[in-house]
């Protein structure tokens, strides 16, 4: 008998319980105590719960890759087999995102937090996000340490939300808002450490006479405020969500307008430059603050006066769209509030002229014109496709912006929330509510989730068949024509509820 030969019992062992490429697996299966049988106590779990993910090579060589990085390979591969929640929490994050599962091989120490099912139970609240990164960037005195905590932090979080998300514990709905409360609790950290890099001392909240980050000594220089715009103001970011925001300041009393102006933009500068930072820790977040007044082209931030006038003097009808969305995120709350409330006095006129319902028409047909990629099948591109989430958000919006100078119940930053309230406000009958809705939530789990799974962003549904029986199985379907045709169904409900709705509806 050749050295070969007792491998082969083995390796058609392990393709009868669905290992693609036994060969490849087998010695990262036998590292982690899960081959043979009865090599380790809990080894047959291990190796059945491996062989049952939605990617089994790549689960066992990652668990492997965790192992061999981490100072206790034993006692983590012991734990592995004997915990089952861990195992679960473990397996099933790594079988789904290459990207996650590669930075706990890079920390392993991090995967040691996936033992302890609490934090796994309920979201964070923003507050006690916030505070935590807050505290992780002050007890750093060199900025770049303090960025790549930050980071950390924000990874260490994302781990969190999308082993919640994965192991079934959550709606795509409380997945958006937790990774919103994710970035507001970055972007709060950030403003004190870019305040503290750029030398600036931010008054707190107008009358509270509290100083927040700058050089000791600094009196403070300018109030700032962050408004959250886009998917970050309605509180349903995705995972691959840049975040949209404004920027508001105030000079503080007795302080040189422009002077303020300029201490709010090397505020900016610095936070921009940071949060975008891309290191071996990762990245916070991609920040587009081009939602601003004249783009590009304008100042970072204004003030509040400087706004109204904008809005009153130049303002184009999308810029005010835009600002059903705004919302306090960081920063000075009270500017904040005051910005939000002058900024919906705009938005929601007593009622929506012609005019301005052509130019947010036109606006939709420019966009499926232009920005859906040569190539891209529209019955498959979740974001921009025939019935996908760029379709429900301008529908929900127009109905928002026709009913909301009368009806402040629907002035709801959430596309699935304002939905809720103009069905309940009579703006939209229950079943097209509900197909919006459907397709809505589909669409924005299976972006979630392509993400997750290829490691990248993904804004189509997959063609190559291996690709899209993993996403598949990643959202639990039994198999990729189940996800098909529930995506085609739920997209063509959709699309005719929007062109009754937003095309053809004379309001």
């Given at each position: 008998?050749?050295a070969?030969q007792?491998?082969?019992?083995?390796?058609?062992?392990?393709?009868?319980l669905?290992?693609e490429e036994?060969?490849?697996?087998?010695?990262?299966?036998?590292?982690?105590?899960?081959?043979?049988?009865?090599a380790?106590?809990?080894?047959r779990?291990?190796?059945?719960?491996?062989?049952?993910?939605?990617?089994?090579?790549?689960v066992?060589?990652?668990l492997?890759a965790v192992a061999?990085?981490?100072?206790d390979?034993?006692?983590?591969?012991?734990?592995l087999?004997r915990r089952?929640?861990?195992?679960?929490?473990?397996?099933?994050l790594v079988a789904?995102?290459?990207?996650?599962?590669?930075w706990l091989?890079a920390?392993p120490d991090?995967?040691d937090r996936?033992?302890?099912?609490?934090?796994?139970?309920?979201?964070r609240?923003v507050?006690?996000?916030?505070a935590?990164?807050?505290?992780i960037?002050?007890?750093?005195?060199d900025?770049?340490?303090a960025?790549?905590?930050?980071?950390?932090?924000?990874?260490?979080?994302?781990?969190r939300?999308?082993?919640?998300?994965?192991?079934g514990?959550?709606?795509?709905?409380?997945?958006?808002?937790?990774l919103?409360?994710?970035?507001?609790a970055?972007?709060?950290a950030?403003?004190?450490?870019?305040?503290?890099?750029?030398?600036?001392?931010?008054?707190?909240p107008?009358?509270?006479?509290?100083?927040?980050?700058g050089?000791?000594?600094?009196g403070?220089?300018a109030?700032?405020a962050?408004?959250?715009?886009?998917?970050?103001?309605?509180?349903?970011?995705?995972?691959v969500?840049d975040?949209?925001?404004?920027?508001?300041?105030?000079?503080?009393d007795g302080?040189d307008?422009?002077?303020?102006?300029?201490?709010?933009?090397?505020?900016?500068?610095?936070?921009?430059s940071?949060?975008?930072?891309?290191?071996?820790?990762?990245?916070?977040?991609?920040?587009?603050?081009?939602?601003?007044?004249?783009?590009?082209?304008?100042?970072?931030?204004?003030?509040?006066?400087?706004y109204?006038?904008y809005?009153?003097?130049?303002?184009?009808p999308?810029e005010?769209?835009?600002l059903?969305?705004?919302?306090p995120?960081?920063?000075d709350?009270?500017?904040?509030?005051?910005?939000?409330?002058?900024a919906?006095i705009?938005?929601?006129?007593?009622?929506?002229?012609?005019?301005?319902?052509?130019?947010?028409r036109?606006?939709?047909?420019?966009?499926?014109?232009e920005?859906?990629?040569?190539?891209?099948?529209p019955?498959?591109?979740?974001?921009?496709?025939?019935?996908g989430?760029?379709?429900?958000?301008?529908?929900?919006q127009l109905?928002?912006?026709?009913?909301?100078g009368?009806?402040?119940?629907?002035?709801?930053?959430?596309?699935?929330?304002?939905?809720?309230?103009?069905?309940?406000?009579?703006a939209?009958?229950?079943?097209?509510?509900?197909?919006?809705?459907d397709?809505?939530?589909?669409?924005?789990?299976?972006?979630?989730?392509?993400?997750?799974?290829?490691?990248?962003?993904?804004?189509?549904?997959p063609?190559?068949?291996?690709?899209?029986?993993?996403?598949?199985?990643a959202?639990g379907?039994p198999?990729?024509?189940?996800?098909?045709?529930?995506?085609?169904?739920?997209?063509?409900?959709?699309r005719r509820?929007?062109?009754?709705r937003?095309?053809?509806?004379a309001g």
């Amino acid at each position: 008998m050749t050295a070969s030969q007792p491998l082969q019992p083995s390796l058609s062992a392990l393709a009868r319980l669905g290992f693609e490429e036994p060969e490849a697996v087998l010695a990262d299966l036998e590292r982690l105590g899960a081959w043979p049988h009865a090599a380790a106590p809990g080894g047959r779990r291990l190796l059945t719960e491996v062989a049952g993910s939605a990617a089994p090579r790549l689960v066992a060589r990652t668990l492997a890759a965790v192992a061999a990085a981490h100072p206790d390979p034993d006692a983590f591969t012991a734990r592995l087999r004997r915990r089952p929640g861990f195992r679960r929490r473990l397996v099933t994050l790594v079988a789904a995102s290459r990207s996650l599962g590669g930075w706990l091989a890079a920390h392993p120490d991090e995967a040691d937090r996936l033992a302890d099912g609490r934090p796994f139970a309920a979201p964070r609240p923003v507050g006690e996000l916030a505070a935590e990164a807050t505290a992780i960037v002050a007890r750093h005195q060199d900025p770049a340490a303090a960025w790549d905590g930050l980071r950390r932090f924000k990874r260490r979080e994302l781990v969190r939300i999308a082993v919640r998300d994965l192991t079934g514990r959550v709606g795509v709905e409380e997945v958006g808002a937790e990774l919103a409360a994710l970035a507001e609790a970055c972007l709060e950290a950030g403003v004190a450490l870019a305040a503290r890099e750029a030398g600036v001392r931010l008054a707190g909240p107008e009358g509270s006479g509290e100083p927040q980050g700058g050089a000791p000594g600094d009196g403070p220089l300018a109030g700032l405020a962050v408004l959250g715009m886009g998917k970050l103001g309605g509180g349903e970011l995705n995972y691959v969500s840049d975040i949209d925001v404004l920027f508001c300041h105030r000079p503080a009393d007795g302080a040189d307008p422009q002077a303020a102006a300029l201490a709010a933009e090397r505020v900016i500068r610095e936070l921009l430059s940071g949060l975008g930072g891309v290191t071996p820790e990762g990245t916070c977040f991609r920040v587009d603050a081009n939602l601003r007044p004249e783009g590009r082209n304008g100042p970072l931030s204004r003030t509040l006066p400087s706004y109204r006038a904008y809005w009153d003097r130049w303002a184009q009808p999308w810029e005010l769209q835009a600002l059903i969305k705004v919302r306090p995120v960081a920063g000075d709350r009270e500017l904040a509030e005051r910005f939000c409330a002058e900024a919906w006095i705009r938005t929601y006129p007593p009622r929506l002229d012609p005019e301005t319902v052509a130019a947010i028409r036109h606006g939709k047909a420019r966009v499926e014109a232009e920005r859906l990629p040569a190539g891209a099948d529209p019955r498959l591109h979740l974001k921009l496709g025939l019935g996908g989430l760029a379709d429900v958000e301008w529908t929900v919006q127009l109905l928002q912006l026709r009913f909301g100078g009368t009806r402040p119940e629907v002035r709801v930053q959430g596309t699935l929330p304002a939905l809720a309230a103009l069905a309940a406000a009579g703006a939209v009958e229950a079943g097209e509510a509900a197909w919006l809705a459907d397709a809505y939530r589909l669409c924005l789990r299976t972006r979630n989730l392509a993400y997750l799974v290829a490691g990248r962003p993904v804004d189509s549904l997959p063609t190559d068949t291996r690709a899209l029986d993993r996403l598949a199985r990643a959202m639990g379907e039994p198999g990729r024509q189940r996800l098909l045709e529930s995506y085609r169904r739920a997209t063509r409900r959709a699309r005719r509820v929007v062109m009754a709705r937003f095309w053809e509806d004379a309001g």
